[in-house]
């Protein structure tokens, strides 16, 4: 995975950033323990319909089913006192989305900052990027944000990466 800071490689063996020194203690202090994860949509903000979230948690529970992988979805409401980018990193650490190989994303809607966030596990990069998975979120789910459609751009997001993950995890095993 990228320092959120300044996208410097890190890793459980080298937990903090060589050029800047963030750490996941950095982390810890300031933010304390990790929210409850409640599944695959743990939605701290209550922006998420119940048909929605249904919605979304098919969704994901049909990429798990179909790759193996995991792919979470959280919305809060601030993630201050840190960025965004810093907040998802966190989570995704803390909740160890996609076990010890880190093969599993997760998907961040922070409404304060109104900002819509990506990790991607270290053992996944190979098929989407930060940077590709950044440009589908501002491409296919902002959109829809920016109406207040918070269901539409949260699936629609989904289910882009979920396709592009789908994708790229069928053609990995098959080479």
């Known amino acids: 995975m990228h ?3 300044c996208g ?3 890793n459980d063996d080298h937990p903090s950033c060589p050029q800047c020194g963030f750490s996941m203690a950095e982390l810890d202090t300031a933010l304390g323990s990790p ?3 409640a599944g695959p949509v743990t939605d ?3 922006v998420i319909s119940e048909a929605g979230g249904q ?3 098919d969704r994901l529970q049909a990429f798990r089913d179909r790759t193996g992988c995991a792919f979470d979805l959280v919305t809060v409401a601030a993630t201050a006192p840190r960025l965004p980018s810093e907040y998802v990193f966190w989570i995704f650490n803390r ?3 996609g076990g010890e190989a880190h093969r599993g994303l997760l998907l961040l809607l922070a409404m304060q900052e109104r900002r819509i966030e990506v990790e991607v596990g270290y053992s996944l990069e ?3 990027s930060d940077a590709a998975a950044g440009a589908i979120l501002q491409a296919h789910a902002v959109p829809f944000l920016k109406k207040g459609d918070v269901d539409g751009g949260l699936y629609h997001a989904v289910d882009i990466l979920a ?5 790229g995890v069928r053609q990995e095993a098959s080479a």
Do not use: G
Request: net charge positive; glycine share 0%.
């Open 55 to 57: 919605r979304l948690q």
């Open 3 to 5: 320092c959120p800071k």
């Open 126 to 128: 190979d098929i989407v």
């Open 95 to 97: 909740w160890k989305i």
């Open 163 to 167: 396709r592009l993950m789908e994708d």
């Open 44 to 46: 701290l903000a209550s």
């Open 35 to 37: 929210p409850t994860r």
């Open 8 to 10: 410097i490689d890190i």
